[in-house]
């Protein structure tokens, strides 16, 4: 078998490239035919974009004539006491019909002076139009293409005030003998003036004073319960103990050992003389305040136990940790009636009501969880916050509670956990948040930084900068624990430098001493 000699690579390339200029020579150079469908949706897409919106506007009506005071007859016409468009379209047409030879030249002019589109309506019955409507009119002939166009554009459904408009113009139209090419336009809702958005005006409040300063921790104060008798309060700190102070003098009355570790949560029972603390050292505690001893631990957290809650009407606490998980004790017989897994990091902080969502967690995974307690699941998950959830406050009145992370302090509407507004400006790490019965929300971060804000406007009507005690490092000016007292006049608060705070409004402030300064424009919604 002959060798078949290998053709240069480069030499098979030139000669595929010949062949195939020689194929398609004759069409070089020329442009390819226009496809006539692609061309009439490119037309309407972009018709429709630029002046869909407004070219089923109603021309303006023709004005009112004034109603004369002594009776006018016409001609010919209808009796004096006829006014409105209708009368003076009929006081024209008898007189036009009159003249028999120029009637109906005068009915087609008419008729080919009212377009759709660019050309306008002429200024009134039996007006002859002015140069601009005739070059108006030329140049509608010429734009057949485009009428057509628009004429294949779907016409939008005319509201009640369009309809009423748009019969009065047809009446007018008819009794002046102009016919209608198209059908009444309608009113578009594009050019309706919508009504500006109008800030509601915050309520006065008073500002808010240091009252007392106590010291007796040795650590950060993490936690802070009051009584339902108003009576006493009782904090936890990081040196491992939970102090009980009598809330009219700031007294120490009892001192609590038996953690281990940080004491991150307490709560108070409203209907047994229990005292629940838990920490970082996985324990959850019942104490007995009668004997002052722990009388139950609840077992089945995996790792720290950083914020709890009571539920206002059943013997159930709930508490969150690190093990990104909330459990739901029962109290009298220490049994985990759920453990309510979802959350992805550390749970920061918890809020029970006795109305659904009954259990609301925010987690460091920066995410809102809505709990149905029945079943033991999940009924929402809010993920509108950017950064970690660290403290939650539900309105002692409204059904409706707060979330505070860096980002923002978002206010949320239950049960379905819809979104409202934003609490813009606070702009720091939240530990903790407290809201009373005059709609006064507090926001403390960990920079030592206190804003009041106005519940239901979002106005921030007080900024604070909390100070520490002599001896401690500037950096320890941070704010952990927030809490109102039972009537909501009291606010006390624990903080880095060791001590416990007791902030009380200002009895002299008056509207005209502190008057309210809200510069919002408006108010975001995202």
Same mark, same amino acid.
Not at 43 to 54: E, H, N, S
Not at 81 to 91: D, L, M, Q, T
Not at 93 to 120: E, F, I, M, R, W
């Given at each position: 078998m002959a060798a078949i000699d290998a053709q240069p690579l480069v030499e098979i390339a030139l000669r595929s490239r010949k062949r195939t200029l020689d194929m398609f020579l004759g069409n070089r150079g020329s442009r390819l035919s226009e496809d006539v469908e692609s061309l009439r949706m490119k037309l309407v897409t972009k018709i429709g974009d630029d002046y869909g919106a407004v070219r089923d506007m109603p021309p303006p009506a023709p004005p009112k004539p004034a109603v004369p005071k002594a009776a006018v007859s016409v001609v010919g016409g209808p009796p004096a006491s006829s006014v409105g468009p209708a009368a003076a379209a009929a006081a024209v047409v008898p007189a036009v019909s009159s003249n028999s030879s120029g009637s109906t030249a005068h009915t087609q002019a008419a008729a080919d002076l009212v377009v759709v589109g660019p050309a306008a309506v002429p200024p009134g019955p039996g007006i002859a139009a002015n140069a601009d409507d005739q070059a108006d009119e030329t140049l509608s002939q010429d734009s057949s293409t485009v009428r057509r166009m628009l004429d294949s554009l779907p016409t939008k459904p005319a509201g009640r005030q369009a309809a009423v408009v748009s019969s009065s113009i047809v009446q007018y139209r008819e009794a002046a003998g102009i016919v209608e090419r198209h059908a009444?336009?309608?009113?578009?809702? #594009? +050019?309706?003036?919508?009504?500006? !958005? +109008? #800030?509601?005006?915050? %309520?006065?409040?008073p500002p808010w004073k240091l009252m007392r300063v106590i010291s007796g921790h040795l650590g950060w104060v993490r936690a802070a319960a009051v009584d339902v008798s108003n009576e006493w309060f009782a904090t936890g700190s990081a040196d491992r103990t939970i102090k009980i102070w009598e809330l009219a003098s700031g007294t120490l009355k009892l001192t609590l050992t038996g953690h281990i570790n940080t004491v991150r949560g307490l709560a108070v029972s409203t209907r047994h003389p229990y005292l629940f603390s838990c920490g970082e050292d996985k324990q959850v505690k019942c104490w007995d305040l009668e004997y002052n001893k722990v009388i139950r631990h609840y077992h089945g957290h995996l790792s720290g136990v950083y914020c709890m809650a009571m539920h206002p009407t059943i013997d159930v606490l709930i508490t969150g940790g690190r093990d990104s998980s909330a459990r739901v004790w029962d109290i009298r017989t220490k049994a985990n009636v759920f453990t309510l897994s979802g959350h992805q990091s550390t749970v920061a902080a918890v809020a029970c009501q006795s109305s659904d969502p009954q259990v609301i967690t925010g987690s460091n995974d920066s995410t809102i969880r809505l709990w149905d307690l029945a079943k033991g699941s999940t009924s929402a998950t809010l993920t509108h916050h950017k950064k970690s959830v660290r403290a939650l406050a539900l309105h002692p009145v409204d059904f409706s509670f707060a979330s505070g992370a860096p980002d923002n302090i978002k206010l949320w509407k239950c049960p379905e956990?819809?979104?409202?507004?934003?609490?813009s400006g606070h702009n720091a790490i939240i530990h903790s948040m407290s809201v009373n019965r005059d709609n006064v929300l507090v926001s403390a971060a960990d920079n030592g930084s206190m804003h009041? /804000? %106005? /519940?239901?406007?979002? !106005? #921030?009507? *007080?900024? +604070? *900068?909390t100070v520490v005690q002599p001896g401690s490092l500037a950096s320890e000016a941070g704010v952990f624990v927030t809490t109102f007292d039972q009537t909501g006049s009291r606010l006390i608060t624990g903080e880095a430098d060791k001590t416990i705070k007791i902030y009380r409004e200002d009895a002299n402030a008056t509207p005209e001493t502190h008057p309210v300064d809200d510069h919002r424009a408006s108010r975001k919604k995202y």
């Amino acid at each position: 078998m002959a060798a078949i000699d290998a053709q240069p690579l480069v030499e098979i390339a030139l000669r595929s490239r010949k062949r195939t200029l020689d194929m398609f020579l004759g069409n070089r150079g020329s442009r390819l035919s226009e496809d006539v469908e692609s061309l009439r949706m490119k037309l309407v897409t972009k018709i429709g974009d630029d002046y869909g919106a407004v070219r089923d506007m109603p021309p303006p009506a023709p004005p009112k004539p004034a109603v004369p005071k002594a009776a006018v007859s016409v001609v010919g016409g209808p009796p004096a006491s006829s006014v409105g468009p209708a009368a003076a379209a009929a006081a024209v047409v008898p007189a036009v019909s009159s003249n028999s030879s120029g009637s109906t030249a005068h009915t087609q002019a008419a008729a080919d002076l009212v377009v759709v589109g660019p050309a306008a309506v002429p200024p009134g019955p039996g007006i002859a139009a002015n140069a601009d409507d005739q070059a108006d009119e030329t140049l509608s002939q010429d734009s057949s293409t485009v009428r057509r166009m628009l004429d294949s554009l779907p016409t939008k459904p005319a509201g009640r005030q369009a309809a009423v408009v748009s019969s009065s113009i047809v009446q007018y139209r008819e009794a002046a003998g102009i016919v209608e090419r198209h059908a009444p336009p309608t009113k578009s809702r #594009a +050019l309706v003036v919508k009504n500006p !958005y +109008l #800030a509601v005006k915050p %309520d006065w409040h008073p500002p808010w004073k240091l009252m007392r300063v106590i010291s007796g921790h040795l650590g950060w104060v993490r936690a802070a319960a009051v009584d339902v008798s108003n009576e006493w309060f009782a904090t936890g700190s990081a040196d491992r103990t939970i102090k009980i102070w009598e809330l009219a003098s700031g007294t120490l009355k009892l001192t609590l050992t038996g953690h281990i570790n940080t004491v991150r949560g307490l709560a108070v029972s409203t209907r047994h003389p229990y005292l629940f603390s838990c920490g970082e050292d996985k324990q959850v505690k019942c104490w007995d305040l009668e004997y002052n001893k722990v009388i139950r631990h609840y077992h089945g957290h995996l790792s720290g136990v950083y914020c709890m809650a009571m539920h206002p009407t059943i013997d159930v606490l709930i508490t969150g940790g690190r093990d990104s998980s909330a459990r739901v004790w029962d109290i009298r017989t220490k049994a985990n009636v759920f453990t309510l897994s979802g959350h992805q990091s550390t749970v920061a902080a918890v809020a029970c009501q006795s109305s659904d969502p009954q259990v609301i967690t925010g987690s460091n995974d920066s995410t809102i969880r809505l709990w149905d307690l029945a079943k033991g699941s999940t009924s929402a998950t809010l993920t509108h916050h950017k950064k970690s959830v660290r403290a939650l406050a539900l309105h002692p009145v409204d059904f409706s509670f707060a979330s505070g992370a860096p980002d923002n302090i978002k206010l949320w509407k239950c049960p379905e956990g819809k979104f409202m507004t934003n609490f813009s400006g606070h702009n720091a790490i939240i530990h903790s948040m407290s809201v009373n019965r005059d709609n006064v929300l507090v926001s403390a971060a960990d920079n030592g930084s206190m804003h009041f /804000w %106005d /519940w239901k406007t979002g !106005y #921030a009507f *007080q900024k +604070l *900068q909390t100070v520490v005690q002599p001896g401690s490092l500037a950096s320890e000016a941070g704010v952990f624990v927030t809490t109102f007292d039972q009537t909501g006049s009291r606010l006390i608060t624990g903080e880095a430098d060791k001590t416990i705070k007791i902030y009380r409004e200002d009895a002299n402030a008056t509207p005209e001493t502190h008057p309210v300064d809200d510069h919002r424009a408006s108010r975001k919604k995202y």
